[in-house]
């Protein structure tokens, strides 16, 4: 099973697109905060969460690392820049693969950076290649997670470490019924079918039946709400214009703003850290 087409469409949407480069640009993921930032200080707060997962890899430089789901590649530069790792990013969408070699060349990293059109699910790399492999809020856009799992599992070293920023949620029958309706929805609308079976805990069994020897869960959500809610009053206005128009389908973005703000109760933002 496969929802590659699925996610490809989300990404190319106008609104996906739009949101993304206006805001971001380009960069897909949130950011930390600390308690004296500004919440709209989103470029300090997107590197230090991307500082985030470069100790979090704890790698030397010279590491050979798999950025699963690498986007325009901004994290990848980063981590090389900043932390001298040698990343190889994968994406199913050619125009971030483009845009990510173009960015490398750009800040002068493309000896440490290399980018593929691929499917994280299928992975074409040799076993035992990588140091470390990560994802940056990605798995939760896998159709089936232990077949991502269990390729990286392959593709790493022995020893090898895995990290991964992802979401997790409340299960379904201990949310009032309407944060249970959006979550379905969103996770439908948004290609997010692991975010949708990624109740708490489940993440980390599945990570563990893979073969993978668990070494923590953290919840950064507090460190990441100012940016979650800086997007969800942006977006306040136009997912109410959205709604009374009757097109909910196609806001998803400004829907998933102020709705995951709004039961930002039931879900976290969390780091999983494993080893091979």
Known sequence: MSNVREVIRYYRQPGSQLGYRLFLNGTKHFGFYRETDSPWAWSKALRRMEDRMGRALAQPPGARVLDAGCGVGDVASRLAGRF????HGVDVLDTHVAQ???RARRRGLDHLLTFSHSDYAALDFP???FDAVYTMETLVHAAEAEEVLRQFHRVLKPGGRLVMFEYAREAAARMPAPAADVFRQLND???MPSFQRFTYGTLE????DTGFTVRGVEDISRDMWPMLRCFAVIGALPYAACRTVGVRRHSVNTMSAVEFWRHR???RYEIHTAEK
Not at 84 to 87: A, N
Not at 205 to 208: D, F, P, S
Request: proline share 0%; hydrophobic share 55%; charged share 30%.
């Open 84 to 87: 001298g790792l040698r990343v």
């Open 100 to 102: 990510a070699r173009r």
């Open 127 to 129: 076993d035992e290649s």
């Open 189 to 191: 609308w948004a290609a």
């Open 205 to 208: 069994r599945l990570t563990a």
């Open 265 to 267: 109760a039931f879900w």
